[in-house]
């Protein structure tokens, strides 16, 4: 009992206050240093701090840490500390590879997907490979087993396909799928703090410590950030945060033995692939901006994006495309529950 309440609350506590120190320090930070992304969505374009996704992940990276601490000098730890470590050096690889597309930024617009941005990031064909290099400690550890459920299917080994494929491959693909969807203040750790949410709710109920543990540091450390990106954000979550949690959620999934969960969680995200994917990943989710505030798709009634179905559900407001899209999240989180209860996964 002692450990399924007091290691888990403190080390998301400390992870939950290390991530709003962090992310204050950086708002100021990141924008005298030019690290910044425009914010189209307002009346005028403003520009604003980017890669708050540092501050999660120094979240957290500095939970796990106490854990560690604890676990070395307080109490008998139940999760193996040099897995947790290595899990902390994948987390913090992926968050700096999202640093370094964030921080590619020009003094003028130059073409970036459909539109024009002074945000150039990284070639599409890096992002894979660098990301890849953050799976490595991962892939060392063997994080997780490599027997997985599959939902629908049941139960499939692996084996060594599981650690130098399936595993790192698995980290590219959520890492760069997470990274899809945004565009809207709040969106993307709106969307990630109900998947979280869900994970954290699922591994303590039917998962294992590890998930548990890890699933709180990344809802504690998400929890602190939305305020700071809420409408009128002050800060954008950038590629570092989209990397960082989308590592995180294939951990949790991994290492915490809720994979089939995880998968259907992660529905809404693999939706976005495959809407991008049908352009070429040449799309902006971003609307045109009407005169009343209320956004009109970009691409008419052609869909690339669920930013494009949301708007052409009806004239939107930048809040109302957050909410419907984080309500779209919480749905497949309730099918995740639903089909548990009834044994499908």
């Known amino acids: 009992m002692y450990h399924t309440f007091q290691t888990i609350l403190v080390p998301g506590i400390i992870a939950f206050v290390a ?43 500095i939970g796990m840490l106490a854990y ?16 947790l470590l290595a899990v902390a050096l994948s987390v913090m690889l992926i968050a700096l590879v ?38 490595l400690p991962l892939m060392a550890i063997s994080a997780g087993v490599g027997t997985i459920m599959v939902p629908f299917v049941g139960s499939v080994d692996l084996g060594l396909l599981y650690p130098l494929i399936v595993l790192p491959l698995a980290v590219i693909f959520v890492s760069n799928a997470v990274n899809l969807l945004g565009g809207f203040d709040g969106l993307q750790p709106g969307m990630v703090l109900v998947a979280s949410g869900g994970l954290l709710l699922y591994s303590f109920l039917f998962g294992n410590y590890t998930g548990t543990l890890l699933s709180a540091l990344l809802f504690a450390s998400v929890l602190a950030f939305l305020p700071f990106n809420m409408y009128r954000a002050k800060i ?7 990397y960082a949690v989308g590592a995180a959620i294939v951990v949790i999934a991994v290492m915490g033995g809720v ?7 992660f529905i809404p995200w ?42 052409n559900l009806k004239r939107m407001n930048e809040k109302e495309v957050t909410r419907y899209l984080v309500m779209f999240e919480l749905l497949f989180v309730v099918l995740g529950f639903f089909l548990k209860v009834y044994g499908l996964v």
């Open 236 to 242: 954008i979550p950038g590629d570092s945060f989209t």
């Open 98 to 135: 999202g640093f370094l597309d964030d921080i590619n930024v020009k003094a003028r617009r130059v073409q970036s997907t459909d539109m024009k941005d002074i945000r150039k990031g990284l070639k599409q064909w890096q992002k894979p490979l660098l990301t890849f290099i953050g799976a």
């Open 19 to 61: 991530t709003v120190i962090g992310t204050k320090f950086l708002i100021s930070y990141l924008f005298d240093a030019g690290v910044i992304a425009e914010d189209r969505n307002k009346e005028r374009i403003a520009r604003i701090a980017s890669s708050g996704g540092l501050a999660v992940a120094l979240g957290i990276i």
């Open 68 to 83: 560690t601490f604890g676990g070395t000098f307080i109490f008998k730890p139940v999760v193996d500390i040099s897995k």
């Open 270 to 311: 693999i939706i976005e692939f495959l809407l991008h994917a049908r352009r070429g990943f040449k799309v902006t989710d971003l609307g045109i901006r009407q005169k009343d505030g209320t956004f009109k798709a970009p691409y008419g009634r052609r869909i690339y994006s669920l930013t494009h179905f949301a708007m």
């Open 259 to 265: 994979i089939p969960f995880a998968m259907i969680v």
